[in-house]
């Protein structure tokens, strides 16, 4: 990973472009129903790199009713949380969620990597998206 220099097509100029910045991300589709718990969807991760902090969307606005919230998402590295007790991708009173990663059991994933989301609880929401920012080590 390295710092690229590119022409920006508005000013002419020369600009420098972090490469070290990546994300990836899950989609749940409910098809119109609630998405049911558990295990969804596996991506594969390309590169080495650190977990900083994520952003959990839903095309509809969560009315969570107790405290654990409406919508609730976990990340599995072979069947085990990386987040643990930390603070897991929420919906309880907005259609979005969007924090640093805080108290997350691994932040460390390493290229080749399999994440699988899994939703622990979803009352109302027919379809999350759930994106996860790094930086590429």
Do not use: E
Not at 16 to 41: C, E, H, K, R
Request: with cysteine; aromatic share 8%.
């Amino acid at each position: 990973m390295s710092l690229k220099y590119v022409i920006n097509p508005t000013t002419g100029n020369m600009d420098i472009v972090n490469d070290f910045q990546g994300s990836f991300g899950f989609t749940v589709d409910g098809q119109s129903l609630a998405i049911s718990p558990g295990n969804y969807t596996d991506v594969i991760i390309p590169y080495n790199c650190t977990i900083t902090n994520f952003y959990l969307h839903s095309i509809d606005a969560a009315t969570g009713v107790d405290v654990s919230g409406d919508c609730i998402i976990d990340i599995l590295r072979l069947g085990v949380s990386i987040i643990g007790t930390g603070n897991k991708p929420t919906l309880s009173s907005s259609s979005s969620d969007a924090q640093n990663v805080s108290g997350w059991t691994s932040v460390v994933v390493t290229k080749g990597d399999r994440l699988t989301l899994t939703v622990t609880s979803a009352a109302t929401c027919t379809k999350i998206i759930c994106s996860v920012f790094v930086t590429k080590n």
